[in-house]
């Protein structure tokens, strides 16, 4: 069963529908219309990476609606919100995540996400835990003063995490590589760039994604996201 249905107003060459989701996660849409349908999913977030309006403003080709219309710079932001969080282990967007967790003897459940915000549900297959029952702790992980279920019990966690406020760094960060996903340096030194000779031509050596270090190929990007992966430890 839907959740909910919305009706679609065409505006100018473009249908659109509006819907409010009621919490952080992922959803999945039909688009319906006569003689079949489309599947679509989005994801709802607490913050945005960067707006529409800082990316137009960021570059001065990009306020050209024709070459780069909204949508174009939507799913470029939407790539780029995934590929941070991907090379951080951070988001830097609030949003929502469930996953399966096992109660622990000694009290302590960690989540897979770092910069947890706040617990919005665990349940059990017997119900529900009580919201006082635990708390988060300073890893960002469960903590049950007593734990109200048997020791090895699956819970379902549903929370929400990332940064309440994008870092000002990150957000410029962001913009370098919307635009380099968008356009081509039309002329200068390219983003890529980790030397430049003088010569006759103007040679430059180009850093590639994935290769010697760098994982969008913009060194100030990678630099920047540097500054905000996480140590890991084996024991």
């Not at 819907?19 to 994801?43: I, M, Q």
């Not at 469930?98 to 617990?119: I, N």
């Not at 850093?207 to 024991?235: C, H, Q, W």
């Amino acid at each position: 069963m839907p959740i909910a249905t919305a009706p679609a107003a065409l505006s100018g060459a473009v249908w659109q529908a509006s819907y409010t989701p009621t919490k952080l996660g992922s959803y999945a849409g039909f688009w319906v219309y006569s003689g079949g349908y489309e599947r679509f999913t989005f994801e709802a977030v607490g913050t945005l990476l960067v707006s529409v309006g800082d990316i137009r403003a960021f570059e001065d080709v990009l306020p050209d609606r024709v070459k780069f219309p909204t949508l174009a710079l939507t799913r470029a932001r939407d790539v780029v919100t995934e590929e941070f969080e991907r090379i951080t282990d951070r988001s830097f967007v609030v949003q929502g995540r469930a996953e399966t967790v096992t109660a622990s003897p000694w009290g302590h459940v960690p989540l897979t996400s770092f910069d947890v915000q706040s617990v919005t549900g665990v349940t059990y297959s017997g119900g529900t835990i009580d919201p006082a029952a635990y708390s988060l702790d300073a890893s960002g992980g469960l903590s049950f003063g007593s734990l109200p279920v048997p020791s090895g019990t699956p819970l379902a966690v549903t929370y929400a995490y990332g940064f309440d406020r994008v870092p000002d760094d990150v957000k410029r960060a962001a913009l370098l590589r919307v635009r380099d996903l968008l356009v081509s340096a039309s002329s200068g030194i390219p983003d890529r760039a980790v030397s430049f000779q003088v010569n006759d031509m103007g040679t430059y050596q180009l850093a590639t994604a994935g290769r010697s270090g760098f994982e969008t190929g913009l060194p100030d990007v990678d630099a920047i996201l540097s500054r905000y992966k996480m140590p890991f430890y084996a024991l």
